[in-house]
Every structure is written in structure tokens, then in C-alpha cells.
Nanobody, 113 residues
């Protein structure tokens, strides 16, 4: 399976962005988003099950919302009230049942103060 993320960009603090990730085929497993800021470890933003149950990383729930369209094989991340600390490369992710981790190429989100 391949994952293609889109929707990143430059936004002012307080603004919003919506990221989308297109999978190359139907995904039964959880889909999610991670992010990695310069000099920091990659961290969980959110995951969502095929049945649309979300799970958020620490401090992510208030401003981020994950959703999924199983018919279109997409997962999206709506980000609101963005802060400069949200600046990072955002990666789409799926862990297949075989245990293989699949990562998208990443999309840059930059929040200016």
C-alpha cells in the first residue's frame, strides 16, 4: 500500500489547515497522523479505526480532528487554532496487520507567529 499526503502549507497562528491522505487501496487497519518537528522525535497526532473511533495524542484532541472515508480510502486531519509549536512535517501512517509500518512522504506545516 502507498500513502500520499497533501494539504500542508504556511499559515498564521490561529489559522486552520486540513490535511488529507490518500491510500492506494482499501485499508482495514487503523489510519493515522504523526508529526515530527525539527530536532524532536516523531509523535502521535491521532489515529482512527475503520469504524471511525479516534484516538488522539497528548494535547491534540482540543484543536485537531481526524476523520476517515472508507469508500475513498482517505484519512483527513482538520487542524484549528494552529500555534507555531505545531510547525512540523506531518506523516500519514498505517500499521498493517503483518506488522509492517507504512508511511507517507510527509507534508510540511509551518505556522508563523
Amino acid at each position: 500500500v502507498q500513502l500520499q499526503a497533501s494539504g500542508g502549507g504556511l499559515v498564521q497562528a490561529g489559522g486552520s489547515l486540513r490535511l488529507s491522505c490518500q491510500a492506494s487501496r482499501s485499508i482495514a487497519e487503523d489510519m493515522g497522523w504523526y508529526r515530527q518537528a525539527p530536532g524532536k522525535q516523531r509523535e502521535l497526532v491521532a489515529t482512527i479505526t475503520r469504524g471511525h473511533f479516534p484516538n488522539y495524542g497528548n494535547s491534540m484532541r482540543d484543536r485537531f480532528s481526524i476523520s476517515r472515508d472508507n469508500d475513498k480510502n482517505t484519512v483527513s486531519l482538520q487542524m484549528s487554532n494552529l500555534e507555531p509549536e505545531d510547525t512540523a512535517v506531518y506523516y500519514c501512517h498505517v500499521q498493517l496487520r503483518t506488522g509492517v509500518d507504512v508511511w507517507g512522504r510527509g507534508t510540511q506545516v509551518t505556522v508563523s507567529s
